[in-house]
């Protein structure tokens, strides 16, 4: 049944467009990656000269995506300082032996990690589970002293010749 207010037509046909696109999410993304590919050159003859019709396009982008741009560039700085520290203490571990039987808060024996409550000593670790692990960093537990693992390594032995950890 048509409207006769054009105003709740369009309404009802929005209605109808959003219902659709997000039963169908699926199929729209296939089509549109298809055709992007199938017409890659005018679709970037078309953005190229929609930019140059609106040189303000970009900044404008960049300002409402600046927080988001940001997270991301600190975040990836955070993983790479972190990620010495953590290949360091992974490998000490490995050296020497040291996997933990269980988790120190929950007692499983599932994906246990080593989790550094200060990131300025990669000696200092407690071991838990994968979950444990989540919910300390999401909830920003503190928890349990920590193991310092130059503790569980016996002393290098300066009688011996090598420059090993005994």
Known sequence: ???KDPQKARENARERSRRYRERHKDKIKEYNYNYYHKNKETELKRSKQYRIDNPDYDKQWYHKHRDERLDSVKKLQREKKYQ???TKTYNFIKKH??????????????SIEA??????????????CHKCHQNIHVWNIKCLKPINLLD????FNSNNNSKEWE
């Open 1 to 3: 049944m048509p409207y």
């Open 84 to 86: 010495k520290l953590h």
């Open 97 to 110: 032996n040291l996997y933990p039987d269980e988790c120190c808060l929950c007692w499983s024996n599932k």
């Open 115 to 128: 989790h550094h409550p200060d990131y300025s000593k990669w000696y200092e670790v407690i071991f838990i």
């Open 152 to 155: 569980l390594v016996p002393p």
